[in-house]
């Protein structure tokens, strides 16, 4: 009876010992509170297309997290692009620096936080990581971590480390961009092959022919030597299943730049030229080559022969890719800044619903780089800058006596053309040498290409000057013009328009004094 009292206690008193470890767990639970972070991955150069490089910065910055007792909310992935060229859009990037900026996720998910590997993954451009810092330090309490451990971005030393970090890093990138830069043009210095996909008619090794492809490149060199026309050479292709590389269809761009490649008889470009050695003389590389030298310089003389002024048919150049809004990036904010000089940032144009036109152009914010300080009715300036474009085009047109110059290089063109093609024939027929017949054309394709494109800034200024006539107010509102072509218009009379804030506070007058035209003489 006694032991079995004695068993009871001490079940009993295991039992309270479970119950009150529980319950503390549950205390520590409700009383830890979740801190909703992001994790954002990058890799420049994603060469096996698998995204395991994002993947594996996706993992440690999980656990980085568990460490620091954080939840990541939201995972930010730019995969296969570059945070040191200006030009590249990280997508990702940008949409984590909105969301820190607001502290929440567009589906509303609050957000206080951001791990990365690294710095550098996040930035390696001054100017991107500060619009960063600013976005994450919008607010007060914001968190930051890399796989070392958080770090207090509020901290002005933290700060200035970082940015310090970040001009290192973009030191570093120009360093390694000017080694493969000496290094590509060592390679083709020494006639080695560089990196990068196999080229269509060689194996993996760039060295070897794969015959099937290499016989296609013969036959269609030949061909063009032979004067058949570059689309009847396409359509083969075409229709013999011919594919490029990526298994896709062959195109006029891409046939004619496969049978335009120097690669063909052994040579190669760099830059734009032919990698020559000291007496002038291309190098030749260490693959086989399709077809001869001689047959090369064919097809060269053959594809030079047809170009020709690079004007297109209506004489304006567009833009490459067109906005959506008449004055986008024409427009630059007037406001003035601490400094005395003005803001100067391009206007971006947004939908306003409820406005009048419906777009609103305004300056960017801060964390963009411009000032938030300027907006203005969209409609309202495009009518009042049109109207003034078209009327100083009628102003130019009327004094203008537009005659049809010829252009004065023509009859040296067509001598140097016959030049070249002289010493071609001589060279074929082993009339001169290899060391008399390179420098020498080399000395004359160069002033061919200078007479050709002094001839297409001939025939565009003489194409544009046709297009800005007395009827350019007439075109405008036919309808035959596209936003590309009226910006063109617009550009051929102005340099940009600067936008002088308002002053005073509140809505005002559309004010047309406050646009300052800034034309081209």
Request: proline fraction near 4%.
């Amino acid at each position: 009876m006694h032991r079995l009292v004695q068993v009871l206690l001490e079940h009993h008193f295991s039992l309270r010992r479970i119950l009150v470890t529980l319950r503390k767990g549950w205390e520590v639970s409700e009383a830890a509170p979740v801190i909703p972070v992001v994790s954002y991955a990058r890799i420049s150069a994603d060469t096996a297309r698998d995204g395991h490089g994002v993947e594996d910065q996706h993992k440690v910055n999980g656990e980085t997290a568990a460490r620091l007792g954080w939840t990541i909310v939201h995972h930010y992935t730019d995969n296969d692009l570059s945070a040191a060229k200006a030009t590249v859009v990280r997508p990702d990037f940008e949409a984590m620096v909105k969301a820190l900026k607001s502290g929440r996720l567009p589906d509303e998910q609050p957000v206080l936080g951001v791990i990365v590997v690294a710095d550098d993954r996040l930035t390696r451009r001054a100017g991107d990581y500060e619009r960063f810092v600013d976005a994450l330090t919008y607010e007060e309490g914001r968190l930051y971590a890399d796989a070392k451990g958080s770090k207090n971005l509020y901290s002005e030393d933290v700060e200035s480390m970082g940015l310090f970090g970040v001009v290192i890093s973009r030191m570093e990138v120009r360093k390694m961009q000017r080694r493969a830069r000496r290094s590509h043009r060592a390679r083709a210095e020494l006639g080695i092959p560089v990196g990068g996909k196999r080229p269509f008619g060689w194996q993996e090794d760039k060295l070897t022919l794969e015959p099937g492809e290499a016989a296609w490149l013969a036959k269609g060199a030949r061909e063009v030597i032979a004067g058949k026309s570059l689309h009847s050479i396409l359509r083969e292709w075409q229709e013999a299943g011919v594919r490029t590389i990526n298994d896709k269809d062959w195109a006029s761009r891409s046939l004619k730049l496969a049978l335009w490649n120097p690669r063909l008889c052994g040579w190669r470009k760099h830059n734009g030229e032919l990698v020559r050695d000291a007496n002038g003389v291309p190098v030749v590389g260490l693959w086989e080559p399709v077809i001869t030298s001689k047959e090369w310089m064919a097809i060269d003389a053959t594809f030079s022969a047809r170009v020709g002024p690079n004007v297109k048919a209506d004489g304006l150049v567009t833009d490459y890719r067109t906005p959506s809004y008449l004055l986008t990036g024409i427009l630059r904010c007037g406001k003035p800044r601490e400094d005395g000089q003005i803001c100067n940032s391009p206007l971006r144009a947004s939908a306003r619903v409820g406005l009048t036109g419906g777009y609103l152009y305004q300056c960017p914010s801060r964390e963009m780089g411009g000032c938030g300080g300027t907006g203005r009715n969209g409609a309202k300036i495009d009518g009042f800058i049109t109207e003034a474009v078209l009327a100083k085009l009628e102003e130019r047109a009327a004094k203008a006596t537009r005659t049809d110059e010829k252009w004065g290089g023509e009859q040296e063109l067509e001598r140097l053309m016959v030049m070249q093609r002289n010493l071609l024939h001589a060279w074929q027929e082993d009339q001169i040498s290899d060391e008399l017949f390179f420098p020498e054309n080399q000395k004359v394709e160069a002033r061919v290409k200078e007479l050709r494109a002094d001839r297409t800034r001939h025939a565009l200024s003489q194409q544009r000057a046709a297009e800005i006539t007395g009827d350019v107010r007439e075109r405008w509102t036919s309808g035959l013009l596209g936003l590309g072509q009226k910006r063109a218009l617009i550009r051929e009379a102005l340099h940009a328009v600067i936008v002088l804030p308002v002053g005073g506070g509140g809505r005002r007058p559309f004010n047309p004094d406050l646009l300052v035209p800034k034309w081209r003489d």
